[in-house]
């Protein structure tokens, strides 16, 4: 099954037989999630906005240590990112709008006479949020559920390509070479020369940032804190705060995403509509791909390029046309691939879910094919009196990281209304306005789509996109001289001092389809749905992750030691103390007092959530 990226030409098939090794060749296993072909090619091809490099500089990059394409098959799996047919491993797509209103970051010129619509690869939603898992040479594919794949070291390898490829002599000369084919000459190598030294200053910039020593290894990513650090740098404010991106969080499943009231990990993205459009859906996602490589410009407040909105190159039209798309999407159900459910564990495990108190209470259920209920997401405290004792920094981080406002100072928290921002703001609150700025710059692709032009305005500044429904004063965050305190204990302490509070806590959402989505907890601490089970202390504290094959039984991916299992997610340090940001403590409802039996019998439901018995069949 092939799916498509976007037309490119003549060059899709310029590196399909490199490194054809690493191309899965087990048989595909269709899971039917309500999409038609033409649906899917739309979730695959669609360009959200993303520009991360030049499609031209990809096609020739070579990787770092070796003389081989960056784009070999078997490198791109090295970080799980998923082979497609083409060169672009699924979910890289094309992006070649206009870049004349662009900043410098991606408005690049490398040779004379160049156009001002170079074709540009970013992501979509399908790089991250595409899951394959192997069983017995079988292999299904989900959209919808967690990526595999590791952003971070994906990053840094393509860095360290881009650095090597400007000191080695030869790799220079084989990537100017087929970077400018009929144009290579010593004015425009000198130019190509300058636009990659901009590019990789600005990609260090931003790996400086966000870096931390902690590994995220497969199947997570701080997006939070990547967004976050992306407005930090765009600000331009002088003397910004350390504001590490270290608290990695699964990519969240998303079917069922636009009946939740909130989103987000910590409930802190509101899912509003208003009339005709889903501007919470539309924010979100803006917000999503102003962390993942779409052009950012902010103005100061009262130019008339200001009143305008940001200029971005978030893609609104299509980002709009993605969102209906996962609108439509279904839960997958337990395939026919794996094991059958058995009906009388699957039965004793729904009476356990469904207990007074039990998983139901925190995890509403729906059925598979459900895809209109709407329900409000219950918020529950990592602290206070009955704390949910999860790693905490992902939400702390979110609540805590601050900026200095630069070239947003003095701007409206609204744009076009509310307070005006002072020098130090909450990360969180500049999202906002960034979203709302981005979003009435293209506010012609809305209209066309959904509302009355004088609609618009009105839409954007009644809309709640980034925050917890309470002010996020100075005074939450302690005083000013602590605001960029880079000490985490500090900062948890500030955290914690919000016991009790929603600003500090995490949701829980229906569970349908989470047979899908390991590993488990917000930060993919726990391999399997059965070890989630576990009393804290007999949960692994350590596990092996990577490969694709799917255990059945524990419902999660297997963890033994094998090549495809390369990182090895450390819960807790030799010292026995858990690992910031990656603690697999709490979500711990008497576990101890479970049995055995019923352990499995809650896993057995697990795989087939909301779904109904017919004698010893489960129906999804």
């Not at 220079?172 to 290579?184: C, H, I, K, N, P």
């Not at 450390?570 to 019923?598: E, K, M, P, V, W």
Request: with cysteine; proline share 5%; net charge neutral.
């Amino acid at each position: 099954m092939g799916f498509v990226n976007v037309s490119l030409g003549g060059v899709l098939v310029a590196l399909a037989a490199l490194g054809a090794a690493a191309v899965t060749t087990t048989e595909l296993v269709s899971v039917d999630q309500g999409w038609t072909i033409a649906e899917k090619a739309q979730w695959y091809g669609l360009s959200q906005g993303s520009r991360l490099i030049p499609r031209a500089w990809l096609m020739a990059l070579e990787q770092h240590d070796v003389d081989r394409p960056f784009l070999q098959p078997s490198h791109v799996d090295s970080f799980r990112y998923l082979i497609d047919p083409t060169p672009l491993p699924v979910g890289f797509v094309v992006d070649d709008q206009s870049d004349r209103m662009f900043s410098d970051v991606s408005r690049l010129r490398w040779k004379k006479g160049q156009g001002e619509r170079e074709p540009w690869v970013g992501m979509n939603c399908a790089a991250c949020h595409t899951a394959e898992l192997t069983f017995k040479g079988k292999r299904m594919r989900i959209e919808g559920a967690p990526a595999l794949a590791d952003f971070q070291s994906f990053m840094q390898s393509m860095n360290a390509a881009l650095a090597t490829t400007l000191r080695a002599q030869r790799k220079w000369d084989r990537f100017s070479g087929q970077v400018l084919a009929g144009a290579d000459d010593a004015a425009n190598r000198s130019m190509l020369r300058d636009a990659v030294e901009s590019m990789l200053r600005w990609q260090n910039r931003v790996e400086q940032v966000n870096h931390t020593d902690l590994q995220y290894g497969f199947a997570r990513v701080d997006a939070f804190g990547h967004i976050f650090n992306k407005i930090l740098l765009k600000t331009g404010g002088a003397g910004q705060p350390v504001n590490p991106s270290d608290a990695p969080v699964s990519y969240p499943i998303l079917w069922n995403t636009s009946q939740h009231d909130v989103v987000q990990w910590n409930g802190m993205a509101s899912n509003q509509r208003i009339g005709a459009i889903d501007i919470g859906a539309l924010g979100r996602n803006v917000g999503e791909v102003t962390g993942v490589f779409a052009d950012l410009a902010f103005t100061a407040p009262g130019t008339a390029t200001a009143r305008n909105g940001y200029q971005s190159s978030a893609h609104v039209k299509n980002l709009l046309t993605l969102d209906t798309l996962v609108r439509k999407l279904k839960p997958p159900a337990w395939p026919d691939a794996l094991p059958p459910i058995d009906a009388g564990k699957w039965e004793a495990g729904k009476r356990l879910f469904n207990q007074a108190n039990g998983c139901a209470s925190c995890h509403q259920v729906l059925a598979r094919d459900d895809l209109s209920t709407r329900f409000a997401a219950t918020l529950t405290p990592i602290f206070g009196a009955k704390p949910l004792g999860t790693d905490p920094w992902m939400a702390c981080n979110a609540y805590a990281y601050q900026a200095r406002t630069g070239v947003l100072y003095n701007t409206r928290e609204r744009l076009f209304i509310g307070r005006r921002y002072g020098q130090i703001e909450q990360l969180s609150d500049l999202l906002g306005t960034t979203v709302i700025g981005a979003i009435f710059n293209r506010r012609d692709d809305v209209i066309d789509a959904f509302v009355d032009r004088q609609d618009m305005e009105t839409i954007l500044v009644s809309a709640s996109f980034f925050n917890w429904g309470k002010p996020l004063s100075l005074e939450d965050a302690g005083a000013v001289h602590d605001l960029f305190e880079p000490d985490k204990e500090k900062r948890l302490q500030r955290c914690m001092t919000l016991s009790d509070d929603s600003r500090m806590a995490y949701k829980g959402r229906p569970l349908t389809g989470v047979w899908a989505s390991a590993p488990y907890l917000h930060n993919g601490s726990v391999p399997t749905l059965y070890d989630l089970l576990l009393p804290l202390e007999r949960r692994p504290s350590s596990f092996r992750l990577g490969s694709r094959e799917f255990d059945p039984v524990k419902v999660g991916f297997v963890t033994g030691e094998t090549a495809e299992n390369s990182f090895v997610f450390r819960t807790h340090d030799t010292a026995g103390q858990a690992i910031a940001g990656n603690s697999n403590l709490g979500h711990d409802y008497g576990n101890a007092g479970f049995t055995d039996a019923q352990r499995w019998a809650l896993v057995e439901y697990m795989k087939a959530v909301g779904a109904r018995r017919e004698g010893s069949n489960i129906i999804p």
